[in-house]
């Protein structure tokens, strides 16, 4: 389908639906998440029923520093869409809703959100670090984690990066 | 056989009869060398390939570089089988504990190649991701510096740790 024609197709109920280089975007707030999802699956002419991808970005000093992106696509009518939410500094961890019940394939993305970013879903039947170990501190892709070496952490003992080790 | 046909230059035999018995065909050594010699011609290496490094790794074992010249073709998947753990690539934060089991598993007498820049100091991936060089987790006898190390740079690492073996016979 034409991305114009989506974009204004999505425009009756979301007015401030963006289209910019061929790519349509719908930005909503927390509260209102699980409903615009939920009615994008299921108007038969919008039909997102897969959750392609959902990731997230950190931007330190903004009024909403977490931004989550949800990728949507529609297999009946082969068109995509992508879903932002942004989740303010406070309170610390964020929480917005899981959308695992609604999607599946949202849980691992999900968990890996919650693992990179510290963002907690609400819902989410098993939310669990993903890809670091279990008991690693902090959440490393937030941008006011240190850069650089990390200290290698094997059954309680700690020895740091090459260049801090004293010979 | 007469027992000072087999003993050793220890026993005090002179050169004379040393030359006499290299004559014969005989060789004498100390057992310990003798195992080594067997050990280092004879490794069984266990497959550990992490990453990009474990491309060449394969390639020194296949057909053009051929690592069966010095009787290691054959990788075992079961670290029970294996002496020799080549830590081909990155060790990720999470792959950490896996490796260390791993090589708790293998029976002594083991030895440990770090293959290229990632597993000896992290490398380029200075980052929370990878634990930053395996001689963090398990002992190191031999470093293959490069990203990722030719196969004949590997094979010089694997010579040099032959060496190494035969040369700890003298200790034990
Ligand atoms: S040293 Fe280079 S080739 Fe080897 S694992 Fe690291 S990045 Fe890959």
């Known amino acids: ?167 | 056989m007469p027992v000072q046909r087999i003993s050793g230059a220890q026993l005090g035999q002179t050169e004379a009869e040393l030359e006499d018995e290299a004559h014969r065909g005989i060789l004498t050594t100390t057992l310990g060398k003798a195992v080594a010699w067997a050990r280092k011609n004879s490794m069984w290496p266990a497959t550990f390939g992490l990453a990009c490094c474990a491309i060449e790794m394969m390639a020194a074992g296949a057909a053009d570089y051929d690592l069966s010249r010095w009787g290691m073709e054959i990788f075992r998947a079961s670290p029970r089988q294996a002496d020799l753990m080549i830590v081909a690539g990155r060790v990720s934060q999470k792959m950490g504990p896996v490796l260390r089991t791993i090589f708790d598993q293998m029976p002594e007498p083991k030895w440990v190649i770090s293959m290229g820049v990632c597993a000896s100091t992290g490398g380029m991936f200075n980052n929370y991701g990878l634990i930053q060089g395996v001689d963090t987790i398990v002992p190191v006898d031999m470093y293959v510096p490069g990203c990722p190390p030719r196969p004949e740079m590997l094979m010089y690492g694997i010579l040099r740790l032959h060496a190494k073996v035969q040369r700890e016979a003298r200790f034990k």
């Open chain 1, 1 to 167: 389908m034409i991305v114009a024609e989506l974009a204004e197709r999505l425009r009756a109920r979301h007015p401030d639906a963006v289209e910019a280089r061929g790519e349509v975007t719908v930005v909503v707030s927390p509260d209102r998440l699980l409903d615009t999802l939920s009615s994008l699956r299921d108007e038969h002419d919008l039909r997102f029923t897969f959750l392609s991808d959902l990731t997230a970005s950190d931007w330190p000093g903004l009024d909403l520093r977490f931004w989550l992106a949800y990728h949507l696509l529609s297999m009946e009518h082969l068109h995509r869409v992508r879903v932002k939410v942004g989740l303010p500094p406070r309170p610390d961890p964020p929480h917005v809703p899981s959308v695992t019940p609604m999607f599946p394939s949202a849980s691992w993305l999900e968990r890996e959100v919650f693992d990179f970013f510290g963002i907690v879903f609400d819902g989410h039947p098993d939310l669990r670090r993903i890809e670091m170990p279990e008991g690693w501190e902090g959440h490393p892709l937030r941008k006011t984690e240190g850069l650089g070496g990390v200290n290698t952490r094997y059954k309680g003992a700690f020895i740091p990066p090459p260049d801090q080790r004293s010979t």
